[in-house]
């Protein structure tokens, strides 16, 4: 199935930005910004739209899994504490 191009494909410069590099990207959401970067996944010109949608999806379901298990780890510290007091 064909996806019509929303964007020009252009070569990349000599002073590329740093979100027309997909390992960059990659790297941005999974270990730095989270579900907080992605209008980067938007923004950048080396991802087809098909691919920017899974990141998209990828990078919530990451962030709300890793939410989840700080909330997990806070409750049991609080119950652990709680019964000291």
Not at 35 to 41: E, N, S, T
Not at 57 to 68: E, I, K, N, P
Request: net charge positive.
């Amino acid at each position: 199935m064909d996806y019509p191009q929303h964007q020009e494909e252009r070569p990349i410069k000599a002073g590329f930005r740093y979100q027309d590099n997909p390992w960059m990207v990659i790297g941005l959401l999974f270990f730095v910004t989270g579900a907080l970067g992605v209008p980067v996944i938007w923004v950048s010109r080396a991802f087809s739209v098909p691919v920017k949608l899974l990141l998209t999806l990828a990078v919530t379901l990451y962030t709300l899994l890793l939410c989840g298990g700080f909330w997990l780890v806070m409750v049991w510290a609080y119950h652990r504490l709680a019964a000291q007091f």
